[in-house]
């Protein structure tokens, strides 16, 4: 088991008995504001001036350095942004003795910064660079950074070289450590009064509850209105004589718990609660993992859950996302079929058809709601004269047929019918009956429909006076088309009235002569 | 060929540095000639009157009323100092008669003329804007052309005719790239230069967030944050776009240089007034959503720069953006909430829900972290004192 402990601080400046100043004589200048040159490749200043390569390289004399130097760079600032070009290993030096690498990528100063100052704590030291040759990063000495002095050709088994400021140290790289399996193996800390939850950390919690106990729990969260989700879920054995991994678990997902629950449930053996810190990491209640894992999210898979346990110090994964079931549905049913039913047995009789003459009576029903009109053939140049007036909405909102039993128009439902000739309104889709009348006998709809041969593609009309007629809805055209006689309209002109977008600016040279700097004076200076 | 004569420069420099088109490099100015060129000033109305109308209609676009601008030594300066940068990338800059003192020479006297007096005043700030509005979108046309024998290669120059004649004989193949800011005025070498030449144009430097270029320092340019006329201009422009990570470019450049801001030691009206601006943009991409119904109840914006499948990639400063509100509102609520999002039932529920979905996103724990750090700035506000 790993654990955590802040190393105390040393003086990671000088020489240490693991290095030696072998093959290089070591040695730093310092960098000044506006230096464009350096001896060490692969680096540059930031636009502050100061010396940044790719990477930044963290020297620590063992791993729970690294481990301290995570905690404490987590609290202040997400991993996310590192994990891109992060690395950890192991490396060796030439007299054998072995230290922890941390390689970051070199974002800004700023992020390089920050490093430095965490790993200064916990007793690491600083370097950067791009590939082999990583020089002392700045400090209070040297604002700007160091840059090497000589450089020396790397031994054939090292891998990286540290410049410091009276040294020079090979590495030979030995193993990697990933950080998402450095995460799972650190154990969980106890956090003193971390199970008193404040209401806002109880909003969304995880239960992992005990198989047996599973519906004397649903019970309890149902009968005091938490609201929650339910699965089962069985952790993946490792292999066939893993017999302590074979629990089932049914797995909580419940809202806003209340603390007196929250309270019985911690002293209850066989539930276990968990706080959530991201969409696919939960913790125990009451521990916490030394590095704050929403700050690297990126590292856990979204298509896995990762309970981290504080007590039994293990990691459980469940498939993501998790498939959970309303506990309202899982409430205890009480079901005796052992008692006979009672009741009647009823049949239904069939009826003799009466054939009797479909006729308008005046309706006894609310009027409806007018959805066409038939005006008469007569009335047509009145229809003609209130065209001018109608509004646009209108006239695309009425369709109209001229048929020999006079001119129909159907309204859309968003436009009041035209007030002209006898008002319709539908007792059933496409049949029209004239407003204030209805259709007896009253029988249903679908019915009348049937017995009539109307569909969904026709109109049927019956008007005040004489037989009903048919028409199919493909005759009704918009009556603002109708409106119209033909219009002769002559052809225009077609002016280009756009301004033309402002032109990039490019530049171009002037031939300027071999010597065009010939006679050109500092300012300030004579020559 | 010498800049001796100012209509000329403005003509053929200065002019097009505004409006656009072809913009001359010849050989550098030096300081001594600036006295000379600012003597003739009265002497080329036309040309400056055709300058100051350029600049007139690339501030109207800005603000309501532009300022009357008149061309004098200040702009002369600035112009001459970013001729002098461009001389740098001249391909006769790079030959082996120019020696490396010789370039740091140039370099000295472009700082030298960058070197004008810092400026809060709105219409000197809006006059330099209108000068060095174009920096970013500066183009170089560069032509190779090759030939069975040899090639040759001419950075912002025509080749000569002779190598273009007999095409299929010579097998002649001319190929053309475009160099941009990152080519001509992006270099190590001259960035300090562009830097200090920003800080004296803090308004270009907002609006041309979008694109790359030197590091913001608020410090330099908070004071335009409380004009609100350009406050709202600079809002307006660095939302653009219509790919999600388009839209958000800016803001996040903005809240990267915020959390910079954070590491130094800035005065608590300027961390409050920045921190209002970008809680204004966070509002102003809810407003954006509020009235559109085919979205659902989750922000298709925030889904896409704010995924866990994509952390890895984020810009910087997006997730310091996004939880800006609510680290505020545990400070100081009346930040965290921009004004009169509460009176309006749609936005403000569009606005809980982007709070919601931002909380998902980046996690509670980064909220908290910014909220930390931004307790060392601000003072906290009596719960009593807030009046919602």
């Given amino acids: ?527 | 060929m010498g800049w001796s004569d100012l209509g000329e420069l403005l003509e053929r420099f200065v002019l097009p540095l505004v409006s656009g088109g072809e913009l001359v490099v010849g050989r550098p100015i030096a300081i001594d000639a600036l006295g000379d060129l600012e003597a003739q000033i009265p002497h080329v109305t036309p040309q400056l009157v055709a300058v100051d109308e350029a600049r007139t209609e690339v501030i109207a676009e800005l603000v309501v009323r532009p300022p009357a601008l008149v061309f004098e030594a200040d702009e002369l300066c600035l112009a001459a100092c970013v001729h002098n940068l461009l001389f740098l990338v001249h391909p006769r800059a790079d030959s082996w008669a120019v020696s490396t003192s010789a370039r740091m020479r140039v370099l000295d006297t472009a700082q030298e003329m960058a070197a004008r007096p810092l400026s809060q005043s709105r219409s000197r700030v809006l006059a330099r804007h209108g000068l060095l509005h174009n920096l970013f979108r500066l183009t170089r046309m560069d032509t190779k052309i090759s030939w069975w024998t040899g090639s040759a290669t001419y950075l912002g120059q025509r080749p000569p005719g002779r190598l273009r004649t007999w095409r299929s004989v010579r097998r002649v193949r001319e190929e053309q790239s475009v160099a941009s800011y990152e080519d001509l005025l992006g270099t190590v070498e001259v960035a300090p230069v562009v830097t200090a030449l920003l800080r004296r144009a803090p308004l270009t430097q907002l609006l041309a967030m979008t694109r790359d270029g030197p590091p913001l320092y608020w410090e330099d340019a908070v004071f335009l944050l409380r004009d609100a006329e350009l406050a709202r201009a600079v809002a307006y422009r660095s939302l653009r776009g219509s790919e999600p990570r388009q839209v958000v470019a800016a803001p996040a450049r903005f809240a990267a240089a915020f959390e910079q801001m954070l590491e130094r030691a800035p005065a608590e009206s300027d961390v409050r007034a920045v921190a209002a601006f970008l809680v204004h943009l966070n509002a102003l991409l809810v407003v954006g959503e509020a009235g559109d119904r085919e979205i659902g109840p989750r922000s298709p914006l925030l889904s896409a720069v704010l995924s866990p499948e994509r952390a890895g990639q984020r810009q910087r400063g997006l997730a310091t953006f996004f939880s800006l509100p609510a680290a505020l509102a545990q400070i100081d609520p009346r930040l965290g909430v921009p004004p009169g999002v509460a009176t309006d039932a749609l936005l403000a529920d569009r606005w809980l829900r982007h709070r919601a979905q931002v909380v998902e996103g980046v996690g509670e724990a980064v909220i908290e972290t910014l909220a930390g750090r931004l307790r060392r700035h601000l003072t906290a506000v009596l719960p009593e004192h807030v009046s919602m």
């Fill in chain 1, 1 to 527: 088991m790993l654990f955590c402990a802040v190393m105390s601080p040393r003086d990671s400046t000088g020489p240490d008995w693991a290095r030696s100043t072998a093959p290089g004589r070591g040695g730093l200048e310092h960098v000044s504001l506006g230096q464009s040159r350096f001896m060490t490749p692969g680096v540059a200043p930031d636009p502050r001036g100061i010396l940044l390569g790719r990477y930044g390289l963290l020297i620590f004399p063992t791993l729970e350095g690294v481990v301290s130097w995570l905690r404490l760079y987590s609290a202040e600032s997400p991993l996310d942004e590192l994990l891109a070009a992060l690395e950890i290993s192991q490396v060796r030096t030439p007299l054998g003795s072995r230290e922890m690498a941390v390689r970051i990528p070199a974002i800004s100063s700023y992020v390089v910064d920050r490093a430095a100052r965490c790993a200064l704590l916990v007793g690491g030291a600083t370097y950067t660079g791009t590939a082999k040759h990583f020089v002392k990063y700045r400090d209070d000495r040297s604002p700007y950074g160091y840059d090497a002095a000589d450089l020396t050709p790397l031994p054939p088994d090292a891998s990286i070289m540290v410049h410091g400021e009276d040294f020079t140290q090979t590495y030979a790289r030995e193993r990697d450590l990933p950080l998402d399996r450095l995460l799972l193996r650190l154990s969980r800390r106890r956090i003193p009064g971390g199970a008193d939850l404040r209401p806002d950390e109880r909003r969304e919690l995880f239960l992992v509850v005990a198989h047996g106990l599973g519906e004397g729990v649903i019970r309890y969260l149902w009968r005091n209105r938490v609201v929650g989700r339910v699965g089962l879920v069985t952790p993946e054995r490792k292999s066939a004589f893993d017999e302590s991994r074979a629990r089932v678990h049914l797995l909580f997902r419940v809202q806003d718990l209340p603390a007196r629950i929250l309270d019985l449930f911690r002293s209850t053996p066989g539930i276990d609660i968990f706080r959530p810190l991201t969409e696919n990491v939960a913790v125990e209640v009451g521990y916490a993992h030394p590095i704050d894992l929403a700050s690297c999210q990126s590292l856990f898979e979204p298509s896995r859950f990762f309970l981290f346990w504080g007590q039994r110090d293990q990691v459980d994964t469940i498939a993501a996302p998790l498939e959970l079931s309303g506990i309202e549905h899982l409430t205890r049913l009480d079901i005796q079929l052992d008692q006979a039913t009672s009741g009647d047995t009823l049949q239904i009789a069939a009826l003799d058809a009466v054939g009797v003459p479909l006729e308008l009576a005046p309706s006894l029903n609310p009027s409806r709601r007018v959805v066409g009109s038939l005006i008469p053939l007569e009335q047509a140049r009145w229809l003609k004269r209130l065209i001018y007036f109608l509004p646009q909405t209108s006239l695309r909102g009425h369709r109209m047929a001229l048929t020999d039993r006079g001119i129909l128009i159907v309204a859309s439902p968003d436009v009041d019918v035209i007030p002209l000739g006898t008002p319709l309104a539908e007792v059933a889709p496409g049949l029209l009956v004239p407003l204030g009348w209805d259709l007896v006998p009253r029988v249903a709809p679908d019915v009348l429909a049937r017995s009539l041969g109307h569909n969904a593609g026709l109109y049927t009309v019956f008007p005040p006076s004489g037989a009903a007629f048919q028409i199919g809805d493909s005759a009704l055209a918009p009556l603002e088309r109708r409106a119209l006689a033909r219009i002769e309209i002559g052809g225009a002109e077609v002016l280009d009235a756009r301004i033309e977008p402002p032109a990039e600016p490019a530049v171009v040279n002037e031939p300027v002569g071999r010597f065009a700097l010939w006679g050109f004076r500092a300012p300030g200076r004579g020559d």
